[in-house]
């Protein structure tokens, strides 16, 4: 089955620091790759959208400049956390879309858990 | 705004109960998916429906999307703990470049 990787799993920097997190997918190529929030005990809120060759597309109140997407590739998107605050504490998700089309499903990577201290 | 309401939202049972989760919305969706999630993960995808009233099996987990792509529900049979995790309904939409909008998740907890 389709396999997204996400590295790293945990993360714990001090404030100001600068964190990347890398989303892979392994077996197959995505040209839509998801990023994700969720906080304890919630569900997850989407973040923005990546797009391979081009600029990522963000939601409603997420700060581009803060969180930075770089879709290089078909299997790769990184997700920049700069300049992180404890507020910016929670745990990230990626997921990678298999093929075009609408129904076709999400995969996703078992997340990143950043602490900021 | 969340679109998906998702009922209940905490479910506590023991091993050989069963069980129904229930995902709500006054919205219609092209697709709704369920995925179940546990600590630490990421969920993983249990089924997608696309037409109304469908119903999809697996194993002990039914699945059915309303008529009019409004709702679904995901109902247990014989739980077992095994089962424990959260459950996030999700629906997406032609048009949206595939983005999914989360239901509010259910919190399923099966004791021996």
């Known amino acids: 089955g389709a396999v997204v990787s996400q590295h790293p799993s945990w993360v714990i920097c001090k404030s100001g620091t600068s964190v990347k997190i890398e989303c892979r997918s392994l077996?197959?190529?995505?040209?839509?790759m998801f990023w994700y929030r969720q906080f304890p005990k919630q569900s997850l809120m989407l973040m923005a959208t990546?797009?391979?060759?081009?600029?990522?597309?963000?939601e409603q109140g997420v700060e581009k400049d803060k969180f930075l997407i770089n879709h290089a590739s078909l299997t790769l998107s990184t997700l920049t956390v700069t300049s992180a605050h404890p507020e910016d504490s929670s745990f990230y998700i990626c997921?990678?879309?298999?093929?075009?089309?609408?129904?076709?499903?999400?995969?996703f990577g078992d997340g990143t858990r950043l602490s900021i201290l | 705004t969340q679109l998906l309401e998702q009922s209940p939202q905490f479910l506590s049972i023991q091993e050989g109960e069963n069980l129904t989760v229930y995902c709500n919305s006054s919205?219609?969706?092209?697709?709704l998916q369920w995925y179940r999630q546990e600590p630490g993960e990421g969920p993983v995808l249990l089924v997608t429906?696309?037409?109304?009233?469908e119903v999809k099996k697996l194993k002990r987990l039914t699945f059915q999307f309303g008529d009019a792509r409004k709702d679904s529900s995901l109902h247990i049979t014989a739980a077992q703990p095994g089962d424990t995790g959260l459950y996030l309904c999700?629906?997406?939409?032609?048009?949206?470049?595939?983005?999914?909008?989360f239901g509010t998740g259910t919190r399923l907890q099966v004791t021996l």
């Open positions: 997921s990678a879309r298999d093929g075009r089309g609408n129904n076709q499903p999400q995969h």
């Open positions: 077996d197959f190529q995505a040209t839509t």
């Open positions: 990546s797009n391979e060759g081009s600029k990522a597309t963000y």
């Open positions: 919205s219609v969706f092209s697709s």
């Open positions: 429906v696309v037409t109304g009233g």
């Open positions: 999700a629906g997406g939409r032609t048009g949206t470049a595939s983005k999914l909008t």
